[in-house]
T-cell receptor, first 116, second 115 residues
């Protein structure tokens, strides 16, 4: 079974609109971290936002927020007021396991295109 | 603070050759992880080094190896290159001390093309 599932291969959104990118995860570990990264065409992975499994509140970072629904194992990224520069691939990732496990498991990504 | 740097940025090799990629982490970061990204397999974890020791390893053949130096810089080596090794190789660094909230910061990647 896939540990991270991103069901939207591509999305087209009008500039200035809000957009939600879906991510569901699968783990039996009670302690885990969820991350979102942005990858422009240049290739570099840019960290956007983090949510811990024990965090009570949804994470927010500027225009990015994470809609964390633990019971549904869902960690959707919300981008408010989208900009042309938001066009990129977006990856959801998870770290699980014991201390010292630095491995991130990534989803297949969503290609977001912002339309002027 | 300077970010993660990777050299070279682009590389063209032929089958059977070997290649070495380099990664310099953010100052103060002691953990370096390597990932392979291909259109078919997506992003896959190769291995992670912490304090010059390999701490975690993904499911890759022994042709893929790495090491870390005392200054935390890391190298990844691929021997006997195959066409399927063509990929973007990403290096990420982190402090290596806090779990699970520790963030990995990625470099710009090395694009390897095997002909």
């Amino acid at each position: 079974a896939q540990k991270i599932t991103q069901t939207q291969p591509g999305m087209f959104v009008q500039e200035k609109e809000a957009v939600t990118l879906d991510c569901t995860y699968d783990t039996s570990d009670p302690s885990y971290g969820l991350f979102w990264y942005k990858q422009p065409s240049s290739g570099e992975m840019i960290f956007l936002i983090y949510q811990g499994s024990y965090d009570q509140q949804n994470a927010t970072e500027g225009r990015y927020s994470l809609n964390f629904q633990k019971a549904r194992k869902s960690a959707n990224l919300v981008i408010s007021a989208s900009q042309l520069g938001d066009s990129a691939m977006y990856f959801c990732a998870m770290r699980e396991g014991n201390f010292g496990n630095e491995k991130l498991t990534f989803g297949t990504g969503t290609r977001l295109t912002i339309i002027p | 603070k300077a970010g993660v740097t990777q050299t070279p940025r682009y590389l063209i090799k032929t089958r059977g050759q070997q290649v070495t990629l380099s990664c310099s982490p953010i100052s103060g970061h002691r953990s370096v992880s390597w990932y392979q990204q291909t259109p078919g397999q997506g992003l896959q974890f190769l291995f992670e080094y912490f304090s010059e020791t390999q701490r975690n390893k993904g499911n890759f053949p022994g042709r893929f190896s790495g090491r870390q130096f005392s200054n935390s810089r890391s190298e990844m080596n691929v021997s006997t290159l195959e066409l399927g090794d063509s990929a973007l190789y990403l290096c990420a660094s982190s402090l290596g001390q806090a779990f699970p909230q520790e963030t990995q910061y990625f470099g710009p990647g090395t694009r390897l093309l095997v002909l």
